[in-house]
């Protein structure tokens, strides 16, 4: 089961890459972003308040305050720079690519944030994934000229926003179901980018096909998929298994890329893919130490 639900994660949270190069290339990220939450969390909002199930009783208005915060935090603040990043031309690729060192700073935070140590194997398997990321990274970077320097900041920055909120969920005393915090979340970001549309005039939807078929696509595969199984599977995982599992992020969008946009994929991308699938079989085949997760 955790095999499955972790190839379904890959698969869907790369998804989301593809999906904003797809909405992208007919608008702008906010626009893109306020109709993916917007309908959404009007759907989910309404779930909740018909719902009698017993995951809203017992929450207190701190517990959802965090979990706003860690909606700020993993989906306004790592989705809008992934946005950006690929709206001011980084490859879905790269983009992918430089989310894929956040296994390592994850890694390195584990022990003395949440004392889920990391073994010396497990730091090998990390270690083997970043190169594999530097590979696919320096080819798709070669492929891709013309973009400013300082455009590969953005992701980066996202990547942490996403760092925080996991470890700011790890440490919540009180878990919500997914049911909760998806509502949270999604409601939190429908407001935070429908507020930034129509700051800056782009409420109003493109009416191209594509631009639609980009949200159902981000939708279904990168909300309910990607997002809700991040959170499930860091909670069979924990933080070092889920991160790891990011180094398959980008060797797998570059596929999606090549694929569906024609972006190149070498035999220098194919070696980052086997490299980063080694990096996996090294941390999930190593055993950790016992952890003593902070409550």
Not at 126 to 140: E, S
Not at 271 to 281: E, H, M, P, S
Request: contains cysteine; hydrophobic residues 55%; glycine residues 10%.
């Amino acid at each position: 089961m955790n095999l499955l639900l972790s190839v379904a994660f890959v698969l869907c949270w790369s998804s989301g890459f593809v999906g904003a190069k797809l909405g992208t290339e007919s608008s702008t990220a906010v626009t893109i972003l306020m109709w993916r939450f917007l309908p959404l969390a009007v759907i989910l909002v309404a779930v909740a308040v018909g719902s009698r199930r017993a995951s809203w009783r017992g929450l207190t208005a701190r517990d959802v305050a965090r979990q706003t915060v860690i909606g700020l935090l993993s989906q306004s603040g790592y989705l809008l720079t992934v946005y950006y990043a690929i709206q001011f031309g980084v490859s879905s690729g790269t983009t992918a690519l430089i989310d894929g060192t956040q296994p390592l700073v994850a890694g390195a935070l584990a022990g003395p944030l949440l004392r889920q140590y990391v073994s010396a194997r497990q730091w090998l398997g990390l270690c083997l994934g970043l190169g594999g990321v530097a590979l696919v990274t320096t080819a798709d970077a070669a492929a891709n000229t013309g973009v400013a320097w300082w455009t590969y900041l953005v992701p980066f920055a996202g990547m942490l926003s996403l760092v925080a909120a996991t470890f700011l969920d790890q440490r919540s005393p009180k878990h919500a179901t997914p049911l909760v915090s998806m509502t949270v979340h999604c409601t939190t970001s429908a407001l935070v980018f429908t507020g930034a549309a129509l700051a800056t005039g782009g409420a109003v939807p493109p009416s191209t096909g594509s631009f639609w078929m980009a949200i159902v696509w981000l939708v279904a595969l990168s909300t309910f998929g990607g997002y809700g199984l991040y959170w499930l599977v860091l909670q069979r995982s924990g933080v070092t298994g889920v991160n790891t599992l990011m180094f398959l992020m980008a060797p797998v969008t570059a596929i999606w890329g090549a694929a569906m946009f024609g972006e190149p994929f070498t035999p220098q991308t194919a070696v980052g893919l086997a490299v980063a699938l080694a990096a996996v079989a090294v941390v999930h085949g190593a055993r950790p130490p016992a952890l003593q997760a902070c409550r």
